[in-house]
């Protein structure tokens, strides 16, 4: 089946700093791109989502790049605060009929050095 | 507004019982899902509802998963002949039906089969 999966599980910046974690994707029909954060003992919360149409999208604090041409995706984060340390997972919602869940990556786990 | 609430956080059973998993959705949000995250790893979509409609159980990996949602609003997830592989956190979301993207999760249900 389909599968989206992330290059590096374990990210280590410096507070302050900017960091950029990474996903692969290989389903080309998917609609929207989305990354969540996860923090111990919580659910996922959405941060920012990107529709297959696009290729940049910001928000508070994030950028996320869509490169469909080698199927990847980034979430860039902005002058790294303690409150960032959490697993990222980036998610793909499919298009058409079928199943509404999302797809889940394995997940980055950021952590911010003070 | 109050989120998703799910009881219990934390379940220990021993192999072979059955057991349930409730999950109260945001009021107003007729999307509900259920994923299942096995430790270290993402989130693997098992179920989905959307107001009166029957579910998708795309996901649901074996027939003694099954869940129902009452009334359009709280949902169970009832796993029978509990196996120690079941052994989890079983996450609920919400959504708006029509913004499938933003899903809003629960703290989720750890499970551990003993």
């Known amino acids: 089946g389909e599968s989206v999966g992330l290059h590096l599980p374990t990210l280590s910046v410096q507070e302050g700093d900017n960091s950029i974690i990474n996903c692969a994707y290989s389903n080309s029909a998917s609609d929207y791109f989305i990354w969540y954060k996860q923090e111990s003992g919580k659910g996922p919360q959405f941060i920012i989502d990107i529709r297959s149409n696009m290729d940049k999208r910001q928000g508070q604090r994030v950028t996320v790049l869509l490169n469909k041409t080698v199927k990847h995706l980034s979430l860039q984060i902005a002058a790294t605060q303690p409150g960032d340390s959490a697993v990222y997972f980036c998610?793909?919602?499919?298009?058409?009929?079928?199943?509404?869940?999302?797809?889940f990556g394995k997940g980055t786990h950021l952590i911010i050095q003070p | 507004g109050a989120g998703v609430s799910q009881s219990p956080s934390n379940k220990v059973t021993e192999k072979g019982k059955d057991v349930e998993l409730r999950c109260d959705p945001i009021s107003g949000h007729t999307a509900l899902y259920w994923y299942r995250q096995s430790l270290g790893q993402g989130l693997e979509f098992l179920i989905y509802?959307?107001?009166?409609?029957?579910?998708?159980k795309s996901g649901l990996p074996s027939d003694r998963f099954s869940a129902e949602r009452t009334g359009g609003s709280v949902s169970t997830l009832t796993i029978q002949r509990t196996q120690q592989e079941d052994s989890a956190v079983y996450l609920c979301a919400s959504s708006l039906a029509a913004d499938r993207i933003t899903q809003y999760f629960g703290p989720g249900t750890r499970l551990t089969v003993l």
């Open positions: 509802f959307q107001g009166n409609s029957a579910p998708d």
């Open positions: 998610a793909e919602k499919g298009s058409g009929g079928g199943a509404d869940g999302l797809t």
